[in-house]
């Protein structure tokens, strides 16, 4: 699994897209999304410390004034939303009076995971029609819907709809715990993801490698 634009790399790691197809996929998605809001009149919000049966009353307040949606389901308490840039003083005003511990403005070009995106994911899906994608080798789980994709067809729609639709990766943690899995990589710099899914099972081990000889070392572990 991969989270987001990480997505693209899952695909690669699992044998269903070529590394220079994805690598292009990547370019023209960011390029396209790039173009899709006009600067500054979208962004990205996260919002941390709400539970759901909190937040939603939030969120249905909030869309009186303008566009928002939810972008990201990262973990029980953590969401990402997409919304219009005006939006946001009322939004960290309103969300820490309900208790939110941090509302925190992301550095990203535009409104992702959104409707924002509806006119960009027409463009993008003609760019797709002509990839080629591979059954995967190995399971893979998207972020659409939370569950295995293994159809090429399939894939190609999910990573459409990905773009217009909230990543659920608090889904994707749930279900590859509750299918018995307690040790997980994660690939890339940082260690978010890790973090992510140890607040949310502490029983789980969780490992960040970051660089190509952390990568190699974890291998001939795993081996």
Do not use: C
């Not at 600067?39 to 009186?64: K, W």
């Not at 789980?141 to 159809?151: E, I, K, L, T």
């Amino acid at each position: 699994a991969g989270h987001s634009l990480g997505e693209y790399s899952a695909l690669v790691a699992a044998g269903s897209i070529d590394f220079s197809e994805a690598v292009f996929l990547v370019r023209k998605r960011g390029e396209i999304m790039q173009n899709a809001v006009p600067a500054g009149n979208g962004t990205m919000v996260a919002v941390i410390g709400l539970r759901e049966h909190q937040f939603n009353p939030l969120l249905q307040e909030l869309s009186v004034s303008g566009k928002i949606e939810i972008a990201n389901y990262n973990s029980s308490d953590q969401v990402v939303l997409s919304l219009e840039k005006n939006l946001v003083p009322l939004l960290m005003e309103k969300a820490k009076s309900q208790g939110a511990k941090k509302v925190i403005e992301l550095r990203v070009s535009a409104p992702f995971h959104s409707s924002f995106m509806r006119e960009a994911a027409r463009e993008f899906q003609a760019i797709l029609s002509q990839t080629s994608l591979s059954q995967p080798q190995v399971r893979f789980v998207s972020n659409v819907s939370a569950d295995y994709a293994n159809d090429p067809e399939e894939i190609r729609e999910l990573l459409n709809q990905q773009m217009v639709l909230p990543v659920q990766w608090k889904k994707i943690m749930d279900r590859l715990y509750q299918e018995g899995y307690r040790k997980f990589v994660e690939i890339g710099p940082g260690n978010v993801l890790s973090k992510l899914f140890k607040r949310e099972y502490d029983q789980v081990e969780t490992r960040s490698v970051q660089s190509v000889s952390a990568l190699t070392e974890w291998i001939k572990e795993a081996s």
